[in-house]
């Protein structure tokens, strides 16, 4: 059998990519990576189960959404305890990270928002207050350095050396919850 057509890739693509963060981490390990359950299980510390029920419920999800229905969650029961915990552990890591960044103040984790924008909320925090503006300015208000420079009522240099700042305080934020989940699976990769 030949190729799937292009019309057929980006489509399955743009299923994959709706699917719930964690399933659909599981299912590329399963699928991209090659690994077998019980690897996935072990390197997520999830139960076997877990792996299992959310391959099989991509599948589902996905099936459904290239046949042009609605993807819904069939398996969140064999899922949500292992979702849980993993989501536990990304807040603790988060709130970890954001406590050697200066942020001492408990993340406010509210099961209806999400948790990567609450994490960036309290990164942004930890910016001094001049370094925060301009960088609101360039990437908001979308701004170059020298009009940040002359609404700042400041040099150019100082707004350059704001920028090099946050540039470098990126690196030390934390990572979204789908960047985590697989940094803690390619960690097991560089042990063994």
């Given at each position: 059998?030949?190729?799937?057509?292009?019309?057929?890739?980006?489509?399955?693509?743009?299923?994959?990519?709706?699917?719930?963060?964690?399933?659909?981490?599981?299912?590329?390990?399963?699928?991209?990576?090659?690994?077998?359950?019980?690897?996935?299980?072990?390197?997520?510390?999830?139960?076997?189960?877990?792996?299992?029920?959310?391959?099989?419920?991509?599948?589902?999800?996905?099936?459904?959404?290239?046949?042009?229905?609605?993807?819904?969650?069939?398996?969140?029961?064999?899922?949500?305890?292992?979702?849980?915990?993993?989501?536990?552990?990304?807040?603790?890591?988060?709130?970890?990270?954001?406590?050697?960044?200066?942020?001492?103040?408990?993340?406010?984790w509210d099961s209806g928002r999400d948790d990567d924008l609450i994490v960036n909320i309290?990164?942004?925090?930890?910016?001094?207050?001049?370094?925060?503006?301009?960088?609101?300015l360039n990437r908001v208000d979308g701004l170059s350095h020298r009009q940040i420079a002359?609404?700042?009522?400041?040099?150019?240099?100082?707004?350059?050396?704001?920028?090099?700042?946050?540039?470098?305080?990126?690196?030390?934020?934390?990572?979204t919850f789908e960047q985590w989940l697989r940094a803690g699976a390619l960690a097991k990769?560089?042990?063994?």
């Open positions: 059998m030949g190729e799937p057509s292009h019309q057929l890739r980006a489509a399955y693509d743009a299923a994959v990519a709706r699917l719930p963060v964690v399933t659909r981490v599981i299912f590329l390990m399963h699928r991209v990576d090659d690994l077998s359950y019980a690897e996935i299980a072990c390197r997520l510390s999830v139960s076997n189960g877990a792996v299992q029920a959310c391959v099989a419920e991509a599948l589902g999800m996905i099936a459904a959404m290239l046949d042009g229905g609605v993807s819904k969650r069939w398996r969140n029961t064999d899922i949500a305890p292992a979702e849980s915990d993993l989501r536990r552990r990304y807040r603790a890591s988060c709130q970890e990270r954001l406590r050697a960044l200066g942020h001492s103040e408990p993340l406010a309290a990164f942004l925090q930890t910016l001094p207050a001049p370094v925060l503006e301009t960088f609101l002359r609404r700042m009522r400041t040099l150019t240099v100082v707004v350059r050396r704001r920028m090099l700042y946050v540039i470098r305080a990126l690196d030390r934020q934390p990572m990769d560089l042990t063994t």
